[in-house]
């Protein structure tokens, strides 16, 4: 049974007066498992995952939470071997995986493999139709070498795009050129467009992006508004905001989507289409995740199929969404006993989304990812970040909830029941003790 401690549809009754309610507080939060859950003989050897987001789940900006040291503790060995199979799954995109698996051994106080980090652009390794274009990528951090690490040949950053077009970015009045000089090395053509993370000056970034699109990756030309359909846009995530050390979430790389966007209709009056949408809450994502946990799984030698995967974040429109997507993938997989393929064909009514995806990734990592040996994946909600159970909805029950609760892509629908978790916890220690209690597990 679902155990979501406050249902989403509870927040939109209204309580006394006319009033919305606030949820309860849930200091101290230890669920019994489920009934009927199985057996009481205890487990030594695991039979599931750990999913864990970062921000909000065990940092808060570079601030580690300090339930996560705790709960870390329970999940190795004396020899500082993982107990169960872990992966790190961030929608973060600005750094390699070993740099982010050396932060969180030095912030866990355990040691993490690259091998057991996600980034949000990982799964784009699997996109090797692009990887020998000359692709146009944005974000920040060290840009040339996270494309060239996932296998893109030919990536040019937008501050390299800018310098061979000097003309074309003029918002800030003091980067303007005072003299032009004509560029020695002519760029070739520009064949898709990458977005690792949202970039540091947003306006020079939308500037250029729309420029390349409009201009069919020749964006020192005038514009075609025949140009349609653009050239490939991936993009990585959806976030549209993130928790650090402030008060309040922070923009994240959804809010510069939604301006690229937004920008991109107001000019052309048609909608941005996306070749791939990657990072949480995009099934893709979870696949390529369940993989690495089965990789750790027969790396380790454990004999027992991984059955239960649980993901443990703390938003509600990216974590538990990009969880409950999955899980009912799982059951419809488990259900039908075929293939259900990505997220394009249950991202959005639009017909925005992924176009062709599953024609891009390789054959040998389609048979890969599609061998899922998980039933379920299970969602866990946790209250050091995005997520607030003290926040109220608004006075008016009537308006629209994916107006004014909805914080997810364009590309993907709204339902109650994908944000709502099967449990909510007040950090990421009690979720770990509440899933061995759920799992019996009581390893050597």
């Not at 507080?25 to 864990?52: D, H, M, Q």
């Not at 790389?253 to 809450?281: Q, R, S, W």
Request: hydrophobic share 40%; aromatic share 8%; with cysteine.
């Amino acid at each position: 049974m679902r155990r979501a401690l406050p249902p989403l549809r509870a927040l939109l009754r209204p309580g006394p007066a006319g009033r919305p309610p606030r949820t309860r507080a849930l200091s101290g939060l230890r669920a019994a498992p489920a009934a009927g859950g199985g057996s009481s003989e205890l487990n030594t050897l695991p039979s599931f995952g750990f999913l864990f987001d970062i921000d909000g789940v065990l940092v808060r900006g570079k601030t580690p939470i300090p339930a996560a040291k705790t709960a870390f503790q329970k999940l190795v060995n004396s020899q500082g071997q993982f107990l169960v199979p872990v992966v790190f799954v961030t929608n973060a995109g600005d750094c390699l995986r070993q740099k982010k698996a050396d932060q969180l051994s030095h912030l866990l106080g355990v040691p993490i493999s690259q091998d057991q980090v996600m980034m949000s652009h990982s799964p784009l390794r699997m996109f090797k139709r692009y990887h020998d274009k000359c692709v146009l990528v944005s974000g920040q951090g060290p840009l040339l070498d996270i494309a060239q690490d996932l296998g893109f040949c030919q990536p040019i950053t937008i501050e390299t795009l800018r310098e061979k077009h000097p003309l074309l970015d003029v918002v800030d009045h003091d980067r303007r050129p005072n003299v032009l000089y004509p560029s020695a090395v002519e760029l070739p053509k520009i064949e898709a467009v990458v977005l690792f993370g949202e970039p540091v000056r947003w306006e020079t970034n939308l500037q250029l992006i729309i420029d390349v699109l409009l201009t069919s990756g020749y964006p020192g030309n005038p514009y075609c508004h025949e140009n349609d359909p653009h050239i490939p846009v991936l993009a990585c995530n959806m976030d549209l905001m993130w928790v650090a050390e402030a008060q309040s979430p922070r923009f994240g790389h959804g809010t510069f989507m939604v301006c690229l966007e937004n920008i991109y209709k107001k000019i052309t009056g048609k909608d941005l289409k996306y070749e791939a949408l990657m990072g949480k809450p995009s099934k893709l994502t979870y696949q390529y995740a369940e993989y690495l946990i089965r990789a750790q799984a027969a790396e380790r030698q454990w004999k027992q199929p991984i059955q239960t995967l649980y993901a443990v974040g703390d938003n509600l429109m990216t974590d538990i969404y990009g969880a409950n997507l999955y899980n009912r993938y799982l059951e419809e997989n488990s259900r039908k006993g075929s293939k259900s393929w990505i997220q394009a064909k249950v991202a959005g009514g639009r017909g925005s989304a992924a176009l062709s995806q599953d024609d891009e990734i390789d054959n040998s990592w389609e048979n890969e990812l599609a061998s899922a040996t998980a039933a379920r994946c299970r969602s866990v909600l946790v209250c050091t970040g995005v997520y607030n159970p003290h926040t109220e909805v608004p006075l008016d029950t009537r308006e629209s909830i994916t107006e004014t609760v909805f914080h997810g892509h364009r590309d993907f629908r709204f339902e109650p029941g994908l944000v709502e978790p099967d449990h909510i916890v007040p950090d990421v220690d009690a979720a770990v003790d509440l899933i061995f209690q759920l799992e019996n597990f009581a390893p050597n």
